[in-house]
């Protein structure tokens, strides 16, 4: 393959409705330019049922395939595992990458509070209670598809593709947290006690460039924070998706690649993590991953946030988009619309995106 040709593709498409919102995410890199394409294709996440209908669709008229290298389920949450029922039932995949949670229960039963519970009734518990994804296992056993758990190490193509988390350490001190399985005893450390997620005010407040609101307090659920964090590195541009990770999670990541010296300042884009939720980054770890704050607007970077039309105020909010904006990364939104980033790939006939504004007025 010419490396002088390589680019990439990374096609956001549009999941959700009402304020339910998803992920569902294709990319590919390679000599694109070449007829047909000589490519590497990756799906990161499905959305819904109908979603996975879309990609199917999305990846041959585009990608013009019917193969798919990697299909990566980056959590357990049906808005982004369900429609990947359907990639793997309709196309030709090579390997799946997703979490068994089930297999990582030997030792645990001492961390809840009832004595009776026992390793094999955490692990039956976590099979009943994640059926969608238990369903991509069973599809991947019955086509062979190969089943890789992403966890921190993983990398392949080169180390075009790096799993920067979890860790299975990490994820393991989740697993008591996951909903269906028993309660957890008190006093476990809070990665395994993350608080249900609370109702959203709508209750308005001022930001000024210069007056910043988001903080660094979010919680998110013990599944969002499993959320397999990648990292692709296609020539000089690299890549950050992650899910629907919250800070605990991007904290290990980040720590690990300031540990390998990464240059942050080759981050080129960047996935607005579970959908824009105030609850899943704050201002320190942008100031690692993006860059400090600017004092006046300039577009150093490109950030990509899955949300459905009618996803506000909660995905995304205002304030998590002010604070992307005041760092160089303007953010765009899919909001029932394909969104596309792309180098060295087909003119697909794509007019450009608008970025959301920067907004006075941001939800407490």
């Known amino acids: 393959m010419n490396t002088n040709h390589i680019g990439y593709e990374v096609d956001f498409l549009p999941v959700g409705e009402g304020e339910k919102s998803g ?3 294709a990319l590919r890199f390679g000599n694109l330019l070449a007829d047909p394409p000589q490519q590497t294709v990756f799906v990161i996440d499905g959305g819904f049922q109908d979603s996975g209908k879309t990609l199917v669709s999305h990846i041959q008229k585009y990608y013009k395939t019917d ?4 299909v990566i389920s980056t959590h357990p ?36 509070e009832d004595s009776r519970v026992t390793d094999e009734s955490v692990k039956k518990a976590l099979r009943e209670s994640l ?5 991509l296992e069973t599809i991947a056993k019955q086509k062979g598809i190969k089943i890789v758990e992403p966890f921190w190490g993983v990398h392949g193509y080169n180390k075009v593709m790096r799993v920067l988390g979890p860790s299975e350490d990490f994820y393991k001190q989740l697993l008591p947290g996951y909903r269906g399985t028993p309660e957890p005893k008190q006093g476990l450390s809070p990665l395994a006690q993350f608080m249900k997620e609370a109702k959203e005010t709508v209750k308005k407040i001022a930001e000024s ?14 599944e969002n924070n499993s ?45 607005v993590p579970h959908h824009g939720s105030q609850r899943n980054i704050g201002p320190t770890l942008l100031n690692v991953l993006i860059g400090n704050k600017l004092s006046s607007e300039n577009k150093l970077k490109t950030a990509f946030v899955s949300v459905s039309p009618d996803g506000a105020p909660k995905h995304p909010a205002k304030k998590v988009t002010n604070a ?11 909001a029932g619309q394909t969104k596309c980033q792309r180098n060295n790939a ?4 794509w007019t450009t995106s608008t970025p959301l504004p920067f907004y006075s007025e941001v939800e407490e």
């Open 23 to 25: 992920d569902a995410i």
């Open 67 to 70: 193969h798919v290298d990697v």
């Open 77 to 112: 949450d049906n808005d982004h595992a369900s429609g990947l029922e359907v990639v793997l039932n309709e196309m030709k995949v090579a390997h799946l990458m997703m979490h068994q949670p089930w297999n990582h229960t030997d030792d645990i039963s001492h961390l809840f």
């Open 131 to 135: 059926e969608t994804v238990r369903t």
């Open 209 to 222: 460039w210069g007056f910043e609101t988001l903080d660094d307090s979010g919680e998110t659920s013990a």
């Open 227 to 271: 959320s397999a964090i990648l990292l692709f590195t296609i020539g000089d541009h690299s890549m950050l998706f992650t899910g629907d990770a919250g800070i605990p999670a991007f904290t290990e990541a980040v720590s690990r690649l300031q540990q390998e010296g990464f240059d942050f300042s080759k981050l080129n884009f960047v996935q």
């Open 324 to 334: 992307f904006l005041r760092r160089g990364a303007p953010v765009h939104a899919t």
């Open 346 to 349: 087909p003119d697909r006939g």
